[in-house]
């Protein structure tokens, strides 16, 4: 702070007269008007008392003997520090050339002798308050250039460190492809330059509880080289410890304050003894620090600001590295993932909260017929059959929407109208356990054929039981219908003989009491019963020889089959099914009676075939009542294929055209549940071209009803693929 010119100030006056008279008089009237005169006679001493303790003021004599005034002036005014000393001149002798000498010389002002105390004195005064405010003003100038000399030292050195770290800054953000340890380096180094410093370190912690480790230090030689190295190993001492707590900078002044700073540091250039630690603080906690050490003069603010600029950018930076890495890594492992789910041998949906698909793996696609984009979106309901039960629906949604797996059997449709079973196991999906449900995710398997497989074996084992009983009914059968047939043959023998001894008889007791059966109601009922007994009995051994002919399945080979014979025995076999709707006739040639085939095979065929026929006409509504369908199975030669053919058609409503692109689908049906499997005409297909080499097609009957044709190659194809059930 400047003082405010004391304007009372004593002034210190040096009075140069030849005459001591004079001198006297002079420094008396200086004395009471509160000065400090210092009287000089001999103005070569004078001269020399001005250089060592300059005065506030002079009176110099112009006219002296050994001098001039105005030389003696003149002299004064040379030297630097006394040029500013005012100098009034005194003459007796006061002239226009003398006044203009005197100032030319230097003087400040000039005063005639005689002196009048009044005048000198308030003269003097005037001169000492000028001199005086002078110098006031040339101390404050040196102190303000002094200020803005520092002031503008200072500006300097925050420019080189904004510059610094406005470099560092750059550098680090371009860094793309540097590795981690390069953009430490590069940020130490920036650290160094900035601080003009000898060593710098970079430390982190794992989570608050640890302690610092240091991971990388950088020094800067005599020669001005830098070097930056990798090492491990705790950061101790008060510094870190300060910092640490206080999360914030912290400057250490000393060496004690700069603390011990472990194993790692232990080759670090001295003097250490100055240090700034700036902290990276996140959540409340300090988890990265750079401090830099050993600046030949103290650290400042500029200093902290700009290496709190360089920590907190290397960390942003490397904690993005990181988040990049990490999230390159997800998705590598997130692609892998998807992968994986994408060509999953199961079927894969995935939906939204509200059952809107969002994905599907190709091998829904392959098995449901539809490609993504006609799926997303839309709800999996696209692909209900109808088959599944409300109710089934609605017990697997309450077991979703509680969080849990649902596992289950749906027959589905495919995007073409067939069908297909596939076993689901459906999850709710979240992110984590208390997560609300976000999705629904279904692994589905095909099973269709897994199915078909299974429901050809059940028809399969259902008719091998059919015919094992079959086999025992007509062998039991078989001997008492075969002893009543041998007696019914002795009995009309016997009739044959009796009946002419019985005519005679008959005339004879012609005028009898007529008790009892006469002989002529014998002669005329016997016959009949007899005829009826042998009707009767030639059935039931039909019956017996068609059960017996449907239970002979033979090894599964091929044998000659005589399709007549399994046409009989399959019409018989399937008789409870037709015979209130229908009535059946066989329109065979007898021309195509024989194949070569598995006669278990083309008689479940046949029994199929019939069956559905007689499906087809229950419930028809019929012209006259009591009248009935009819059922035509048939047979005819097809000499050009060396084969034969065998029919079955009705009069039944046909089939739709809508669906006759799919009766020989596995599985599809039209009839209810219980009453169908829609394994028929798959099982009948299956047989006849697979097992036989033959065609098996539903024809266009006109005028309605439905005809199933076979077409059998008379010889058997050698090339049989598989089994109807393996
Ligand atoms: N003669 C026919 N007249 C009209 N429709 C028929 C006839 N034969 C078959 N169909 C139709 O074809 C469908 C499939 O027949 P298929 O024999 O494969 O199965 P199903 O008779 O329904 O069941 P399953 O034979 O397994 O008991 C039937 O549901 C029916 O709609
Ligand atoms: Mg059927």
Redesign the pocket.
Known sequence: MTRAPDLQLRGEILVVDDEIEVLRVICAMLRRAGMAPRPVVDPIRALEAARLDPPDLILLDVKMPQVSGLAWCRELKQNPHLTEIPVLFMSGYDSEEQRAAAFEAGGTDYISKPLHEQELVSRVRAHLQGGMLRRVLRDQNALLRERVDEQLRIIGEQREVALAQANALLDLHASGTATREELVGKALTAALRLSGTAAAIFAVRAHVQSGMQVTTVATRAASGDIDVRSVRGPLAGTGVRRCLWEKRPYLAHDAASVGLLGDALADLPGPLARACFVPVVERDAVTALVAVFGRPSAYDETHIRGLQGIVDTLWQILKRREAEESLQASLVEARKLALAVEQSPAAVVVTDRDGRIEYVNHKFCEVTGYTPEEVLGKNPRVLKSGWTAPRDYAAMWRLLTAGQTWTGVFQNLRKDGSSFWERASISPMRASPDAPITHFVGVKEDITAQRTLEAQLQQAQQLEAIGQLAAGVAHEINTPSQYVSDNLSFLTHAWERLAPLLTAAAADAADATGRGPSPSWLLERVPSALASAREGLDRIQSIVGAMRDFSHRGDGKPHAVDLHQLIASSAMITRNSWKYVAALVTEVDPDAASVEGVGGELGQVVI?LI???A??LEGQPRANDGAVGRIVVGTRPVPERDAVELFVS?D????PSA?RAR??DPF????PRG????????IAHNIVTDRHGGRLWLEETPGGG?T?RVELPRQAASHRRRPPHA
């Open positions: 199929n069956v559905n026929a499906h087809a009705d039944g409503p046909g089939v669906i009766v020989f599809f049906t039209t009839k009453k169908g499997t829609g394994q028929g005409l798959a439905a199933f």
